[in-house]
């Protein structure tokens, strides 16, 4: 199985508009950060977590000409802007793209993306095709690839992680129910939130998420959903031995 990190920046993206900031006038690749998203691709299924407002940008830089589906984490503009763009998928792969989704997201994507859920007078360039199926705390299947479903607290929302394998993907919260460590045990690979080093009220900072990988104990951790105020090259030499910052492009093979 091969993991992509897709986008690896905080709402804004990096560089933030109007910035001059050290990380947003960087010249490395590393600090160029779209919108938190992820590929999961095994022999024969490719799924996609999350659909950011860089979706379009992240699906050619990528060269991915098919999924077989999406998995929402939570409904913040941020992880669900790229909706309409699955409309592409529909022409190439002539079907309506599975996605899986709690009923509150479900709900924010209906309210946002209306006309892909109701009649419209005229329909223009098409809208997205999409077969909803709703999650919660079970664990589900999609194709060849299982997927556990961590409960987290991102702020007051409720939002999903997700195990994949002996991989973990906790991207947009600041707080880990305690039933759910014994779903995180022997972990190769753990990428999770760390905004910035300032405390947030909805996303760990990096010592909180350092204290959380302490935790959880993977063999290595990934830092993502980061913020302009880290900036790879000077944040990524003082982190513990086996913790490292995610970056767009970032692949694991499992």
Do not use: W
């Given at each position: ?93 002539e079907k309506a793209i599975p996605i899986y989704l709690t009923e509150i997201t479900l709900a ?72 759910n460590y014994t779903k995180l045990e022997n972990l190769e690979i753990l990428i999770i939130d ?61």
């Amino acid at each position: 199985m091969i993991i992509t990190v897709l986008g690896s920046g905080t709402s804004s993206g990096i560089p933030t508009i109007s910035c001059q900031c050290p990380t947003c006038t960087s010249s490395d690749s590393k600090d160029k950060r779209l919108r938190t998203s992820l590929l999961v691709e095994s022999d024969r299924t490719t799924v996609l977590i999350d659909t950011s407002p860089d979706f379009r940008q992240q699906m050619l830089i990528n060269k991915i000409a098919k999924i077989d589906a999406v998995v929402y984490t939570h409904s913040h503009f941020d992880h669900i802007g790229g909706f309409d763009d699955l409309r592409a998928f529909n022409y190439t792969m002539e079907k309506a793209i599975p996605i899986y989704l709690t009923e509150i997201t479900l709900a924010h994507i209906q309210k946002t993306f209306f006309y892909a859920f109701e009649k419209t007078e005229q329909i223009g360039g098409g809208v997205p095709l999409v077969e909803k199926h709703l999650i919660d705390v079970e664990p589900f299947v999609i194709g060849d690839i299982h997927f556990i479903p961590i409960t987290l607290k991102h702020g007051k929302l409720d939002v999903l992680g997700f195990r994949i394998g002996n991989f973990a993907f906790l991207t947009d919260t600041n707080f880990i129910p305690d039933e759910n460590y014994t779903k995180l045990e022997n972990l190769e690979i753990l990428i999770i939130d760390a905004l910035r080093f300032e405390p947030h009220p909805t996303h760990f900072t990096v010592d909180q998420a350092i204290n959380e990988i302490r935790k959880i104990k993977p063999r290595n951790a990934y830092l993502t959903h980061l913020a302009h105020q880290i900036r790879h090259s000077v944040v990524e030499k003082t982190l513990p031995e086996n913790i490292f910052l995610s970056y767009d492009g970032l692949r694991f093979e499992l």
